[in-house]
């Protein structure tokens, strides 16, 4: 009868999926781990997080057509389609999501959050006039991809988050039958599919397997 309920009713599944979301946020957050690491220590390696994100962004993806998932993802197309710099997309897309789950994750992970993205911005408009340091494609998903993983993870490890599609999957599965997982990866899948459209297939098989070393290298960086 358990399994039978955990099955047919989704918003229930949803409601613990929100839960042990917000449990994995207040671990980041937590009085007990703020004893020992301090605010400025915690911006400090934000930023330098921040910082080799913005790297992996402009030396070795973006120049060769390769995206990432989530934001960063939506940001690069946009910024291909509008010659735009990406550091623009990169704030103006994920701020609204960090202040519309204002409630669900709180003020201090909000407001680490909006440091990261804005320091991403301004790093990515930096580096913006430097060409790719590498257009061999295992240097760029492996390399390219671990340093993105490492930034990413080092934001996320001491507090903060560089992508708004985890608070819209919050949102949307509130309001949905579908859990935060589920929304994120719809979301996640419609980017690398028009990435196709847009870089071509061999640029969107790269993008795939560069998500995968930026994942994988997110949850080493995190466990550390």
């Known amino acids: ?104 994750l709180g003020k201090r992970f909000i407001l680490f959050s909006l440091f990261a993205i804005l320091i991403l911005s301004f790093c990515t408009h930096l580096l913006e006039p430097y060409p790719s340091l590498t257009q061999d ?27 708004g599609t985890e608070v819209l999957g919050i949102l949307f599965s509130q309001r949905t039958s579908f859990s935060i997982g589920q929304i994120v990866m719809f979301l996640n899948f419609f980017i690398f599919l028009s990435s196709i459209f847009i870089f071509g297939l061999k640029e969107a098989l790269f993008s795939l397997a560069t998500f995968f070393v930026v994942y994988q290298t997110i949850d080493y960086s995190i466990k550390q």
């Open 1 to 104: 009868m358990g399994e039978y309920n955990e099955l047919y009713h989704p918003k229930k599944n949803n409601s613990k999926e929100l839960y042990m979301y917000k449990e994995r946020i207040k671990y980041y957050l937590t009085d007990r781990r703020s004893e020992y690491i301090s605010i400025p220590k915690r911006l400090l390696f934000i930023f330098c997080g921040a910082f080799m994100a913005a790297l992996a962004l402009q030396l070795f993806l973006m120049k060769n057509n390769v995206i990432d998932g989530g934001i960063v993802g939506v940001s690069i197309i946009l910024s291909h389609m509008t010659s735009i710099e990406v550091g623009f997309f990169l704030l103006v897309l994920n701020t609204p999501f960090f202040c519309l789950g204002y409630s669900y």
């Open 137 to 163: 494609p295992l240097i760029v998903i492996f390399l390219g991809g671990g340093l993105l993983g490492l930034g990413v993870g080092m934001v996320i490890r001491f507090g903060g988050s560089l992508d």
